[in-house]
C-alpha cells in the first residue's frame, strides 16, 4: 500500500490550501497519523498528528494556520493550511504508523 498525499499546488501569500490522503479502512480506523514536511535545503519535521481518536497536535510554528483532522466516511485525513507563507513551501507527506513513506505533494508559496 502507498500512500499518496494530494491537494497541493502554487499559492500567493495568504492563501490556503487543504491536504488530503486516503487509507484503506482497517489502517485508517487503527493507526495514528501525521503530516510532515521537507522544505528545500532542510530537513523533514513534523508538522501535525492526529491519533486514531481524533486527537490532534500541530507544530508550534504552524500553530493557528494549520489544523488537522480526519473524516471515518472517507477514510481520509485532511491538513488544512490558511494564511500559507512562502516558510510553508515545501513537499508535503502524510504518514500513518503501520506504512512506509508515500508520495508527498508540493505547497509552493509565493510571496
Known amino acids: 500500500v502507498q500512500l499518496q498525499a494530494s491537494g497541493g499546488g502554487l499559492v500567493q501569500s495568504g492563501e490556503s490550501l487543504k491536504l488530503s490522503c486516503v487509507v484503506s479502512?482497517?489502517?485508517?480506523?487503527?493507526?495514528?497519523m501525521a503530516w510532515y514536511r521537507r522544505a528545500p535545503g532542510k530537513g523533514r519535521e513534523s508538522v501535525a498528528a492526529?491519533?486514531?481518536?481524533?486527537?490532534?497536535r500541530i507544530a508550534s510554528f504552524v500553530k493557528g494556520r494549520f489544523t488537522v483532522s480526519r473524516d471515518s466516511a472517507k477514510n481520509t485525513v485532511y491538513l488544512q493550511m490558511n494564511n500559507l507563507t512562502p516558510e510553508d513551501t515545501a513537499i508535503y507527506y502524510c504518514?500513518?504508523?503501520?506504512?512506509?513513506w508515500g508520495q508527498g505533494t508540493q505547497v509552493t508559496v509565493s510571496s
Open positions: 504518514k500513518f504508523s503501520s506504512l512506509d
Open positions: 479502512g482497517s489502517i485508517f480506523s487503527s493507526d495514528s
Open positions: 492526529i491519533d486514531n481518536n481524533g486527537r490532534s
